[in-house]
């Protein structure tokens, strides 16, 4: 697996190879034709680094996916990851409080822990996180979600607004 991605893209269980296809087609439209794509070892999880934007790649994507939604057939979530690091609780805790800046002063945020092949529990992760984020919690409606995806012995970091993670089931009942 990567150890140095910046998109965490899940499909169906055993379509990983046809996903991973998809991915490269998508992003190579987008202008990269070098990005790194690779399956992790977990089911339905696959890695990227992309040398484009990853938040841009998620706008696009959505444009592509209102436009032709043919295109999406393997691909099932898109979420941009901003910095990976060794899953361990106080390098998790130091990341978060570095990427918190991007959080407003006036803005809400909630912690969202998703965790593979991790002996941590989803509350030591969430509280690990959310230690030195010194704004106001909604869990319900936050302005950012401080994301943390656990990988086995990497982890993803990112604080996004919820609209920069590209559901394609979501977006496809919208239509």
């Given at each position: ?30 202008g990269d034709k070098a990005a790194v794509i690779d399956r ?32 999406f057939r393997y691909t099932l979530k898109f979420t941009p ?95």
């Amino acid at each position: 697996m990567l150890e140095d991605f910046n998109l965490l893209i899940s499909t169906h269980r055993g379509c990983e190879e046809t996903a991973c296809s998809e991915i490269w087609n998508l992003l190579s439209e987008m202008g990269d034709k070098a990005a790194v794509i690779d399956r992790t070892g977990l089911i339905g999880l696959i890695v990227v680094k992309t040398n484009l934007d990853p938040f841009e790649v998620i706008q696009k994507l959505r444009a592509i996916l209102a436009e032709r939604p043919q295109e999406f057939r393997y691909t099932l979530k898109f979420t941009p990851i901003e910095k990976v690091i060794p899953t361990d609780l106080n390098i998790i805790r130091k990341t978060a409080e570095e990427l918190s800046l991007k959080i407003g002063a006036d803005e809400k945020f909630r912690v969202t822990a998703e965790k593979r092949r991790s002996e941590f529990h989803t509350a030591s992760i969430v509280e690990a996180t959310a230690a030195d984020v010194d704004r106001k919690v909604d869990l319900k409606n936050p302005d950012k979600i401080v994301l943390v995806e656990v990988l086995g012995k990497l982890t993803g970091v990112s604080v996004l607004k919820p609209n920069d993670i590209l559901s394609i089931t979501k977006e496809k009942a919208l239509f």
